[in-house]
């Protein structure tokens, strides 16, 4: 289970690495200029929707043969692309193909992504205690915010300790090559795992699914339809409340790559620090209370919080990426546990894939660039704290009708 949360870890960093050298790359392989960050957001988005095809591929492999063969598999894939991402010419070197297989190789890191954080989670409740799943499912949520801050520090030295021109010409290489070492340790790591209990009383019980896919359609649908509005608001919060910000004030808020870079190192320690809270707080007061009341938060602060951030003051961009961290921390913890509770042992991943990473896929992958292209066409700062308050609003009598899973079995069968 300690490998499993490690590795949560290095797969956000591996991934999140995008989205804060943004600007960055968008310069590196678009050759700067007007439409570059968008354009550059835009590949994320595309990238994105390969997410829903990895889960559901590695989801199948882990209901069908088991969750340490399909987390193996998806990590030997992520080292690979990365790696090959560190090792890629520029627009400079040959022009907008630069750019294409970038992008190449951000289908490749989504498609392999699916698989993994839908295996860790279910990997992680699957040998909890019954009462502290949502403590141990959440260290999956704050393992993945220590690698985003992970990412986000790497990102913040070494914009700041290189010149622009160095920066531009090989320094943007270090933190994928940096992202390869340890997603390959990652997996020498996980060669030493033990399965999952839940699938080993299947195997022994003959109730692993063949085709999980149809198990799945067949017999988790309510299951699907939660997980994706859990997922939803999760998604929306994290990627534009978290990740998107140091892009936001770069291009809105009127402040430099590094100073963005560092605030949004800041958030992300509040993020490390709320995880384990709300996962733990879920355990005793249970999944649904804990939900709605942060999806009321999400409904309420974000256009004040993204207004604040755009006056130009570090200050204020501070308290409003704190707050919005918080909120988004907070629903990735009891998301977590809360998603995977609502499918049984079988077909448990695919049901993950289906609902869950499907959701990611749409509020997750496409909300950066979505939020970028509203606040400028529009010019209102607070657009992106409209987008998640306009999904909090939608998933709240969602959560109000959903059963309580935190003190009953590992998941309802329906």
């Not at 918080?326 to 998603?339: E, F, H, I, R």
Request: hydrophobic letters at 55%; glycine letters at 12%; aromatic letters at 8%.
């Amino acid at each position: 289970m300690a490998i499993a949360a490690f590795s949560t870890v290095v797969e956000w960093y591996d991934f999140t690495l995008y989205l804060y050298l943004a600007t960055v790359l968008s310069r590196v392989f678009h050759g700067g200029g007007e439409g570059s960050l968008a354009a550059t957001l835009a590949g994320f988005a595309v990238a994105y929707l390969l997410r829903p095809l990895g889960a559901i591929v590695f989801g199948h492999i882990g209901d069908r043969f088991g969750r340490r063969r399909s987390m193996l598999l998806s990590v030997a894939l992520m080292t690979a692309a990365m790696l090959a991402t560190a090792l890629l010419p520029t627009h400079h070197d040959i022009g907008p193909a630069a750019a294409w297989l970038l992008l190449a190789l951000r289908c490749v890191m989504s498609f392999s992504v699916g698989g993994e954080y839908v295996g860790v989670v279910a990997y992680l409740l699957e040998g909890a205690p019954p009462n502290r799943r949502g403590l141990i499912a959440s260290t999956a949520s704050a393992a993945s915010e220590i690698g985003a801050l992970l990412a986000v520090g790497v990102s913040a030295l070494t914009v700041h300790l290189l010149p622009a021109p160095a920066l531009d010409a090989w320094g943007w290489r270090i933190p994928f090559v940096i992202g390869a070492a340890l997603a390959g340790t990652v997996w020498i790591a996980r060669s030493a795992m033990q399965e999952s209990p839940d699938f080993e009383r299947q195997r022994a019980a003959g109730t692993a699914p063949d085709r999980p896919l149809a198990y799945a359609l067949t017999h988790q649908r309510a299951g699907i339809l939660r997980g994706f509005a859990i997922s939803a608001l999760g998604s929306i919060t994290y990627y534009v409340g978290i990740t998107h910000v140091p892009s936001f004030l770069a291009s809105t808020g009127g402040l430099g790559e590094g100073v963005s870079l560092w605030l949004a190192t800041i958030a992300a320690v509040a993020v490390i620090l709320v995880t384990p809270l709300a996962g733990a707080l879920s355990d005793r007061l249970g999944r649904k209370p804990v939900l709605v009341a942060l999806c009321v938060a999400g409904a309420i602060l974000p256009v004040a919080m993204f207004s604040m951030m755009a006056g130009g003051s570090q200050t204020h961009a501070l308290i409003g990426a704190v707050a919005l961290a918080c909120v988004a921390g907070g629903v990735s913890a009891v998301g977590a546990v809360a998603t995977a509770e609502q499918f049984s042992g079988e077909g448990r991943l695919t049901g993950l894939a289906l609902g869950a990473t499907t959701a990611t896929a749409l509020f997750g992958g496409l909300a950066p660039w979505l939020a970028q292209i509203l606040t400028d066409r529009s010019g209102w700062a607070a657009a992106p704290g409209a987008m998640i308050a306009g999904v909090a609003v939608f998933v709240l009598p969602v959560l109000f009708t959903m059963p309580e899973t935190a003190h009953g079995s590992r998941g309802p069968s329906r």
